[in-house]
């Protein structure tokens, strides 16, 4: 009777969580709020030592409220209040004041200050076995997002009664993708704990999977046979073993050569970017602009003025910061032209010094209006986070989006040079001067224009640097040299020679990397850099016949 | 009418000169020897203003052996070379009693050989990678055993962590203090493959093939835990690239050496939530002594959000001991404040006290904390005692016999236990 009685018991307890059915809520409801208060209110008391078990307890009282106190701590939004303990999920309102809501009866509290509460204190670790809490709760949510989520929780961390709740739901699950990660996970167990036969079949059956979990339940099951004296079921299971991880190890080695690609062609877009207003001012005009990398810098700032001027329109700001800085940064550059570097004209060592020295006023500039430290310039929500493409290979947003940007710059430019009257009179000017005004092209003008251009494209390039880099005023000087290294490479005044000199650069560099280290790889490429243009002193894409002297 | 003005002149001239030795004689000098221009200057200029108000509290106390103080301040400019040039400027022409500076690794060692020769003393606030002992210096940040070694070893045992990154950025801290952490994880049975030692450039930005590189390092199923000596700068990309790449404090959690309030208050700081530092003081922590400090500080400096940090409280708890050992000697000497200052105990900001060694560190409590949203640190553990500032690492082969001891009969800053020897190099 008595052992009837704990196998009752224990099904019971492990069949709580999943316990949906109605008339059990009814009865249950009365008998766990008051579990559940009193759970609860130990937390202010409770020491972080003593915190899991604590939180376990609550974890497997089946109440309504349980998944909310078990978020709400792990979103670090459970507080209690000083004067009387009680427990309160809080957020903080527009007023900095903070509204409170009762976590057990749902009341709605009066709003109070920070000093008056304090926060219920959890953990990595703690906040860690939550999740675990929550992914069991959150297998019958109705989002399958959410699903999927849970039973990759469950996955990485596998429990008995997570395992048994996905047992009892795989069948009930309609959707593919979770029916998959589910069968995936009861696999992996049955491959850890199941018998010799069972053990091949799963081995077989997850052959296809990139899953981390699955991979180093294998290494390590492989590495726990003895090395000699094996029995035969002992080999059949090794040669399994061996054959499927190299399986998939062949296929991560392949997805890692695309995110090597990747992460080349998305570093190569960066400088492309930053180089390419360069190219122009460089090729066209041949003036050496030390300022340019500040432009870069005006154009972070920019962003930074619109999210404070905007501060509720945090989603559009880069498309807003996009104009405007362009706007700015170009406007800046045609003062330059025309206050200084026209008054320089052929003496390329006075106008590197001059724009140098523009360089450091500018700084001094930003130093005096923003203060020295950096500025905060935020992240939309669409520029964050990754495009989950398998457990491997995962493509980060923002340096998708940047990719694609720059690309689109560099065809509008393309285009502005090709087939406007803007572009013919630059190449005019560009190809030879003398004769361009001849026959009545306004060279000062063009000028002016171009190193306009030249400046609001590198102003673009700022408001994409504040998305991956700090803004401050030293912004500009990180990436002045390695402008002009591409502009050298690709070939002084060639657009296609600064787009393949940018990609190739960026992708060597990512290539060498992993094998010698950042601080080598970049020795690397700049000593490569040197000899090359020993060996070709016009770069990649030299421009030919007359244009070239 | 020449003849008058010149006589005016010269009178006004020789009234100010007079007043100037006068005034020398009723003050105490404190020189204040931080970049206040230049990439240094985010940081240090902070500290000067900390000296400054330390120095306009104690006057207002009624200054110091019945005499006031008067900051001397020179600005080094984040030039190594400069720092040499400056102290001596301090030492031989202002004649100053105490330093308060300096901030770097190299800045300190450009200055060290001048504050020998003039003999000098010199306060240094900022946690370091130890390996050094001198007479005229005493190091009131963290040396590695007082930050990195209880920080690795929260990770050890609250969070499981066995398999271990050392990111830094490639100068003589991070390469110093990964090499005392590599041979202490592996004096702890940390496998050699299980350890990924990172070293990237200053100010570095493209971080997407290194994290990565981490994830997969991460991925083979052991807890896997970063260890962030990445200096400046580059810490927010690094953060950002975390984030995106999806990596949670949770996944794999961030230790990190050189972020503090002050470096998170230009941070975007959702990405960071979770992770940790290792410091001697947060500004989040609740004791008397830190919220009048926070509210003194808030006070002098006119800005209601400007944040403390531990260099703070090491300025501060310097400033204090030098007070306290003047007061003790009867002097400012500096062969007599340099013994009077072993012993000497101070209030922790934090609660507790601050005990100055014989070894010229300090012995101050270990706090580990998570970055929260508001850019402020939760301590999730704290050494139940005070940790003894190490100058010399039991963990390096080259410095495990050395002690340092500035108290007769040693009187050495590198003593060699095994052959009883002092090299006589104190740096």
């Known amino acids: ?549 | 009418m020449k003849f008058k003005k010149l006589i005016i002149a010269s009178s006004i001239i020789a009234s100010s000169l007079v007043s100037q030795v006068t005034m020398a004689a009723d003050t105490i000098k404190v020189g204040v020897l931080h970049s206040l221009s230049g990439t240094m200057a985010i940081s240090e200029t902070t500290l000067k203003d900390t000296v400054l108000m330390m120095i306009e509290d104690q006057n207002k106390a009624g200054g110091l052996l019945g005499k006031k103080l008067e900051p001397v301040v020179v600005d080094p400019a984040s030039n190594w070379p400069l720092f040499a040039e400056k102290t001596r400027e301090l030492l031989a022409k202002e004649k100053v009693d105490v330093i308060f500076g300096c901030w770097t690794s190299v800045s300190r060692k450009s200055a060290l050989p001048v504050l020998e020769e003039l003999n000098g003393l010199l306060f240094y606030p900022v946690q370091y990678e130890g390996e050094e002992s001198s007479k005229n210096v005493f190091y009131t940040g963290a040396a590695p055993n007082q930050q990195a070694i209880p920080a690795v070893d929260y990770l050890m045992e609250e969070m499981d962590a066995t398999r271990w990154v050392l990111a830094g950025t490639d100068y003589v801290y991070p390469r110093t203090t990964n090499k005392i952490l590599e041979a202490y994880l592996i004096s702890k049975g940390v496998k050699k493959e299980d350890i990924m030692i990172n070293y990237t450039p200053f100010g570095h930005s493209d971080w997407q093939g290194i994290v990565s590189k981490i994830k997969k390092f991460g991925s083979t199923g052991k807890k896997t835990a970063v260890v962030s000596t990445i200096n400046g700068d580059a810490n927010i990309p690094f953060y950002k690239e975390l984030g995106n790449q999806g990596i949670s404090a949770e996944d794999i959690p961030v230790v990190a050496f050189s972020v503090g309030e002050e470096e998170l208050s230009g941070f975007d700081t959702k990405p960071l939530v979770g992770h940790l530092a290792a410091w001697n003081y947060f500004q989040s922590v609740e004791s008397d002594e830190n919220a009048a400090f926070i509210a003194n500080w808030k006070k002098y400096i006119g800005d209601d959000k400007r944040v403390t940090n531990d260099p703070m409280e090491a300025t501060y708890i310097g400033f204090k001991m030098w007070v306290k050992a003047v007061e003790k000697a009867g002097t400012t000497d500096v062969n007599s404040v340099e013994q009077a200052l072993i012993g000497v105990a101070v209030p922790n900001l934090t609660g507790g006290t601050a005990v100055m060694n014989a070894n010229h560190h300090l012995s101050k409590p270990v706090l580990i904390g998570e970055i929260q949203e508001d850019g402020q640190f939760e301590v999730v553990s704290e050494t139940p005692d005070t940790v003894i500032g190490d100058a010399w690492s039991d963990f390096l082969p080259s410095s495990k016999n050395l002690i340092s001891d500035w108290t007769a009969p040693v009187k050495c800053g590198n003593f060699d236990i095994k052959t009883a020897k002092c090299s006589g190099q104190n740096f």
């Not at chain 1, 018991?9 to 949906?20: D, E, M, N, R, T």
């Not at chain 1, 657009?495 to 990397?513: C, D, H, Y």
Request: hydrophobic fraction near 45%; glycine fraction near 6%; include cysteine.
């Open chain 1, 1 to 549: 009777m008595k052992q009837i009685f704990s196998v009752l018991l224990s099904c019971i307890l492990s069949w709580q969580v999943l316990a949906s059915t109605q008339d059990l809520d009814a009865f249950q409801r009365t008998d766990t709020d008051s579990d559940l208060s009193q759970l609860v209110n130990q937390l202010p008391k409770t020491k972080l030592k003593k915190m899991p078990s604590l939180v376990e307890k609550i974890a497997h009282i089946n109440n309504e409220k349980t998944h909310d106190v078990l978020q709400f701590l792990l979103n670090g939004e459970l507080f209690y209040t000083k004067a009387n303990k009680t427990v309160v999920h809080a957020v903080k309102a527009d007023n900095s004041l903070y509204v409170l809501t009762d976590v057990l009866t749902s009341e709605m509290l009066v709003p109070v200050e920070k000093s008056k509460l304090r926060k219920v204190k959890t953990n990595n670790r703690l906040r860690g076995s939550i999740r675990s809490y929550i992914a069991k709760i959150d297998l019958t949510d109705e989002d399958k997002n959410i699903r999927i989520k849970a039973v990759k929780q469950l996955l990485d961390n596998p429990s008995d009664s997570g395992l048994s709740a996905v047992q009892e739901l795989i069948s009930k699950e309609k959707d593919k993708d979770v029916r998959e990660l589910m069968n995936i996970t009861l696999l992996l167990n049955q491959l850890k704990k199941g018998k010799h036969a069972e053990k091949i079949a799963a081995i077989t059956q997850l052959e296809d999977t990139l899953e981390p979990s699955v991979k180093n339940a294998m290494v390590s099951m492989l590495e726990a046979l003895p090395t000699e004296s094996k029995t035969d079921e002992q080999k059949a299971l090794a040669a399994n073993l061996s054959k499927v991880i190299n399986n998939i190890e062949s296929k991560r080695g392949v997805f890692e050569v695309i995110e090597n690609i990747f992460f080349g062609l998305s570093l190569g877009s960066v400088l492309l970017l930053a180089a390419i207003g360069l190219t122009i001012t460089f090729g066209v005009m041949g003036v050496i602009n030390m300022a340019h990398g500040e432009m870069m810098m005006l154009g972070a700032y920019t962003t930074y003025v619109i999210q404070l001027a905007f501060p509720n329109l945090i989603e559009y700001s880069l498309l807003m910061a996009v104009p405007a800085a362009f706007l700015v940064s170009g406007l800046v550059g045609v003062i330059i032209e025309r206050g200084v570097i026209r008054y320089l004209k052929g003496r390329p060592l006075e106008t590197l010094l001059a724009t140098f020295g523009i360089s450091l006023i500018l700084q001094q500039l930003v130093r005096t209006v923003f203060s020295p430290l950096n500025r905060q310039v935020q992240a939309p929500e669409w520029m964050t986070g990754s495009w989950v493409i398998n457990p491997v290979f995962s493509l980060t947003f923002n340096r998708l989006y940047i990719i694609i940007f720059s690309l689109m710059v560099f065809f509008t430019l393309l285009l502005i040079l090709k087939k406007s009257s803007l572009g013919l009179h630059v190449r005019a000017v560009s190809q030879n001067r003398d004769m361009a005004r001849a026959l009545s092209i306004k060279s000062d003008w063009v000028d002016a224009i171009t190193f306009g251009l030249g400046s609001g494209i590198a102003g673009v390039a700022g408001v994409v640097l504040s998305q991956l880099t700090n803004v401050g005023p030293n912004l500009g000087q990180a990436y002045i040299i390695d402008s002009f290294l591409v502009v050298v490479f690709g070939g002084v005044g060639n657009l296609w020679g600064t787009l393949v000199a940018a990609m190739s650069l960026g992708s060597i560099n990512k290539f060498l990397e992993p094998a010698v280290g950042s601080v080598l790889a970049n020795i690397i490429v700049l000593v490569g850099l040197v000899l090359f243009i020993q060996k070709r002193p016009k770069g990649l894409f030299p421009q030919k016949g007359r244009a070239a002297d």
